[in-house]
């Protein structure tokens, strides 16, 4: 009866063991994901994502270089507020603001208009939300 005994408990510590690190892992899951760019300005742009910390302080990713009809892709970790940079070549800042980060992936597609600014015109980037491409028919899997 004792060696049934220990061998339950040894079996119940054992299935704990194994099961709270997937517990910690689908709980981690849930606050990481992805943020897409597709580039349709027709120029070269670089996109920077930067996590905004409860203490206010930015923490800022790498810039992702993305050249005319391409794509970039960046794992986002955290819920919360983040902000997002558009750069030109020249490193101009063509668009910066906060977009929320709530666990879901979140596809973007940056466009260019032209902004007139007394003589001059400057080019100003804005990010569309569009959605999932994965989604779309004729991909694979659909």
Same mark, same amino acid.
């Given at each position: 009866?004792?060696?049934? /005994? ?10 704990? !063991? ?57 794992? !986002?970790?955290?819920?919360? $507020? &983040?902000?997002?940079?558009? /750069?030109?070549? &020249?490193?101009? !800042?063509?668009?910066?603001? $906060?977009?929320? /980060? ?19 015109? !400057? ?5 569309? $939300? ?9 991909? $694979?899997?659909?």
């Amino acid at each position: 009866m004792r060696k049934l /005994f220990a061998i339950i408990v040894a079996a119940t510590m054992l299935w704990l !063991v194994c099961a709270t690190p997937g517990r910690a892992q689908v709980a981690m899951q849930r606050n990481v994901g992805w943020f897409a760019f597709r580039n349709d300005t027709g120029i070269s742009i670089y996109v920077q994502t930067a996590s905004i910390a409860p203490n206010g302080k930015i923490t800022p990713g790498i810039p992702q270089p993305i050249n005319p009809r391409g794509a970039a892709w960046e794992q !986002v970790a955290g819920q919360g $507020p &983040k902000v997002i940079t558009i /750069f030109d070549a &020249k490193l101009r !800042v063509l668009a910066q603001g $906060p977009v929320n /980060f709530a666990g879901q992936d979140l596809f973007f597609s940056v466009q260019l208009d032209v902004v007139v600014r007394g003589n001059e015109k !400057v080019p100003v980037a804005k990010l569309i $939300p569009i959605t999932d491409p994965r989604q779309m028919p004729g991909m $694979p899997g659909k």
